[in-house]
């Protein structure tokens, strides 16, 4: 059974870049645009790893991570930041709340897909 991934990002054309790379490589791939659907989706969804933006509306990636680390149904899946946002500050922050890596964008696309591989034991 392939692996889902959810994508939790505000910008469409991220989202769908993103999204054809990984349903390229046989990912089960599912969305959210912003902070509260993406935590509904890692809730109901049951993704095997969540793809997070940072700089979003209504509620930071920062806030989204720190949401999921919490909730004992979501706190074990692994998160890999994406994010134009790539200070020293900002990467150590993000591992400080749990993610597992941080990718600064624009991204390699077959770096990304080498890393959620790998996080995913592929």
């Known amino acids: 059974m392939a692996k889902k991934i959810l994508i939790i990002e505000d910008y469409p054309a991220t989202t769908e870049m993103i999204e054809n790379i990984l349903k390229t ?22 993704p095997d790893l969540i793809l997070l933006d940072i ?8 806030e989204v ?5 919490a909730e004992r149904e979501t706190a074990k899946i692994p998160v890999i930041i994406i994010s134009v946002r790539a200070s020293e500050e900002n990467i150590a922050q993000g591992k400080e709340l749990g993610a597992i890596e941080y ?3 624009p991204f390699d696309p077959f770096k990304l897909v080498e890393i959620v591989k790998t996080h995913l034991g592929l």
């Open 25 to 46: 490589e046989g990912f089960q791939v599912i969305t959210a645009p912003d902070g509260p659907a993406g935590l509904k989706q890692a809730r109901s969804g049951k």
């Open 65 to 69: 991570l720190e949401k999921l680390k």
């Open 103 to 105: 990718m600064s964008k």
């Open 55 to 62: 700089m979003m509306p209504e509620m930071s990636g920062f």
